[in-house]
């Protein structure tokens, strides 16, 4: 069974530009949660998506973020107009969810850099 | 105050010590429980879940007091291989689905031979 998987690994990207950051959940997995580690700061909440739908998006800067998972292929993170302060690494977890249970198992990460 | 808070690191101990790690938690509504380790910023992989009963698995312990807000992990007999970034993490569902988790900042453990 294939962990979480996520493409690119790494990123570069020029102020201006825009970043996507594709994630496969892990099979059997339909809820995916995005989570971002700023340079020596903890990981943050981001955004959790179920198929089709945004579930919680309190994490996600009003703008240039936004985030789906559509009913077929990986969710997409994608930054528009990138600065230097978007890099970080960018994780990407699943979970089956069961109530009462909230186990997350996370991918590589993709760790973004802004020129 | 940080949701989730934990003792500042790093620890450096010699091979073989006991270590514990503490951590407090603000939101009485936090449900689930956990550690995780992150090695060198790589993924955050799971340690273990907390229960409110207390729970061991081998060397590492962890234990839980709903009243305080307060967890804990405890390492026995520690190895080089410890030597990573510990996390501690509470979550809360929504409307009985999953929910985000919220991570302290980490406290970092650098075991020595």
């Known amino acids: 069974n294939a962990g979480v998987m996520q493409n690119p690994r790494h990123l570069v990207r020029r102020r201006g530009q825009e970043a996507r950051l594709r994630c496969s959940p892990m099979?059997?997995?339909?809820?995916v949660y995005w989570y971002r580690q700023l340079p020596e700061e903890g990981l943050k909440f981001m955004v959790y998506?179920?198929?089709?739908?945004?579930?919680?998006e309190s994490g996600m800067p009003k703008e240039r973020f936004s985030a789906e998972f559509p009913k077929e292929g990986p969710s997409i993170l994608r930054i528009q107009q990138v600065v230097r302060g978007d890099s970080a690494a960018y994780f990407c977890?699943?979970?089956?969810?069961?109530?009462?249970?909230?186990?997350?198992?996370f991918g590589p990460g993709t760790r973004l850099t802004v020129l | 105050r940080k949701e989730v808070e934990q003792d500042p690191g790093p620890f450096n101990v010699p091979e073989g010590a006991t270590v514990a790690f503490n951590c407090t938690y603000s939101?009485?509504?936090?449900?689930?429980f956990f550690w995780y380790r992150q090695d060198c910023r790589k993924e955050p992989k799971l340690l273990m879940s907390?229960?409110?009963s207390g729970n061991e698995d081998g060397r590492f312990t962890a234990q839980l007091n709903r009243a305080s807000q307060y967890i804990s992990l405890l390492i026995r007999d520690s190895k080089l291989s410890d030597s990573a970034t510990y996390l501690c993490?509470?979550?809360?569902?929504?409307?009985?689905?999953?929910?985000?988790?919220?991570f302290g900042q980490g406290t970092e453990l650098s075991v020595k031979p």
């Open positions: 977890a699943s979970s089956p969810v069961l109530a009462g249970d909230n186990e997350q198992f």
């Open positions: 099979k059997g997995h339909s809820h």
């Open positions: 998506l179920q198929k089709e739908n945004i579930i919680d």
């Open positions: 939101n009485s509504a936090s449900q689930s």
């Open positions: 907390v229960y409110s």
């Open positions: 993490v509470v979550s809360y569902s929504i409307y009985n689905q999953g929910g985000k988790l919220i």
